[in-house]
């Protein structure tokens, strides 16, 4: 499990499978959500984080499906294909620049897969001044997923990613990461 520096936020897509994260705000995503409403909520979660904890947010959480062979995040929906995040939505992200927002994980499955999954995560990190942290396999819940959903903890942890784990920089650079030794908005 890693643990989130907080503030941070979860925008859960209404068909990712459970659990839905839980983080200092939460939003659950409606049917269709696209790149711009999505970039909009973190516009908003980010202004509360100043207000309210006079920093801007650590980390944004994306749990959704990823498109197979990667190159798409369904944040709206696997039944929403349109809306879908790719590299011609990625410009939406450009509003989050100025904003010297901490880390972007995709928690969906093959986001970092293959070719067309690299450039979508490098042009999300580039884009939005981020640093993006994705897989390239499927994930999985798995028992932790579900025994989380007995428990009453769980807010400001994700599961551990499956596959190979890559961190995409701003500066254009990326690699393949230990997210307990390489990311600087995680608890340890």
């Known amino acids: ?13 209404h068909d990712a499978p459970w659990p839905r994260f839980r983080m200092w705000e939460t939003v659950d995503a409606a049917r269709g959500m696209n790149a711009p409403e999505a970039v909009n909520q973190i516009i908003r979660v980010n202004r509360l984080a100043l207000e309210y904890e006079q920093t801007q947010l650590l980390n944004v959480v994306i749990n959704c499906h990823g498109a197979d062979y990667g190159g798409a995040l369904y944040i709206g929906g696997e039944d929403s294909p349109g809306d879908r995040i790719n590299i011609s939505a990625v ?28 450039q979508l995560c490098q042009s999300l990190a580039v884009t939005s001044g981020c640093q993006v942290v ?3 396999e499927d994930q999985d819940t798995g028992v932790w997923g579900g025994a989380r959903i007995l428990q009453a903890g769980g807010r400001g942890q994700i599961d551990e990613f499956e596959g190979d784990v890559y961190a995409f920089r701003a500066d254009g650079s990326s690699g393949k990461i230990d997210p307990h030794e390489d990311i600087y908005t995680i608890l340890e």
């Open 1 to 13: 499990m890693l643990m989130l520096k907080s503030p941070s936020l979860a925008i859960n897509s």
């Open 91 to 118: 410009n939406a992200f450009a509003l989050l620049k100025k904003r010297n927002i901490g880390t972007i994980w995709l928690v969906a499955c093959q986001a970092a897969y293959g070719n067309m999954g690299k």
């Open 134 to 136: 994705a897989s390239d």
